[in-house]
């Protein structure tokens, strides 16, 4: 399996609801970002967290490292149908030479 | 303007063909990548460059060619294409620092008949 696993695969919700997403990597890491891509898009940053950190805000985001279980999620509070896109988080460690490591993603799907 | 920016955004050609994709960025960053998704959206680094040079070069067949010309700049050159190819390829910069945000292009879409 990949570092950076993302879970679940997809996720459909309705406008207002909240999305949750998980990620699950292998090795030990500095930071972990999350990024958005819309269809047909290149890959947008949204948010870093720190090897140190275990919980950060931004906006309607929310996320949560636990670096003991080498995983974190992602929560969007109150989405909206411009939230449906695709969400990868990837990790960065200096013995891979900082290189960013990608998961599969979650689609997400918010119906109006 | 855009951060980065490559071209072309579709490439549709037949196998054996030998095909390049080009990749700018203007925002001073030292580091450049390309990446390639697959048809299930895994996105798996190729290469990575720093000031011109090849500091990550993962399991890619030699077909497979980056070039740097200056650190502005990082192309991706493929030679007798394969249908297993076809997928969207992403250049990317950013910061050479830990934890740098990577900023992404818009993606090359390469079809192979």
């Known amino acids: 399996s990949q570092q950076g696993e993302e879970d679940p695969q997809a996720l459909s919700i309705q406008e207002g609801e909240n999305a949750t997403m998980n990620c699950s990597y292998k090795?030990?890491?500095?930071?972990l970002q999350w990024y958005r891509q819309n269809s047909g898009r290149g890959l947008v940053h949204l948010i870093l967290i720190r090897s140190n950190e275990r919980e950060k805000h931004s906006g309607r985001l929310r996320v949560t490292l636990d670096t003991s279980k080498k995983s974190s999620s992602l929560l969007i509070t109150a989405s909206r149908a411009a939230d449906t896109a695709s969400y990868f988080c990837a990790t960065d460690n200096k013995a891979a030479g900082n290189k960013l490591t990608f998961g599969g993603g979650t689609r997400v799907l918010v119906k109006p | 303007d855009t951060a980065v920016s490559q071209t072309p955004k579709y490439l549709v050609t037949q196998m054996g063909n030998d095909k390049s994709i080009k990749c700018e960025q203007n925002l001073g960053h030292d580091t450049m990548y390309w990446y390639k998704q697959d048809s299930k959206k895994f996105l798996k680094i190729m290469f990575s460059?720093?000031?011109?040079?090849?500091?990550i070069n993962e399991t890619v067949p030699n077909r497979f060619s980056p070039k740097s010309p200056d650190k502005a700049h990082l192309n991706l050159h493929i030679n007798s294409l394969e249908l297993g190819d076809s997928a969207v390829y992403f250049c990317?910069?950013?910061?050479?620092?830990?934890?740098?945000?990577?900023?992404f292009g818009q993606g090359t879409r390469l079809t192979v008949v």
């Open positions: 990317a910069s950013s910061q050479s620092r830990a934890g740098a945000e990577a900023f």
């Open positions: 460059y720093n000031n011109k040079e090849l500091i």
């Open positions: 090795t030990s890491i500095n930071n």
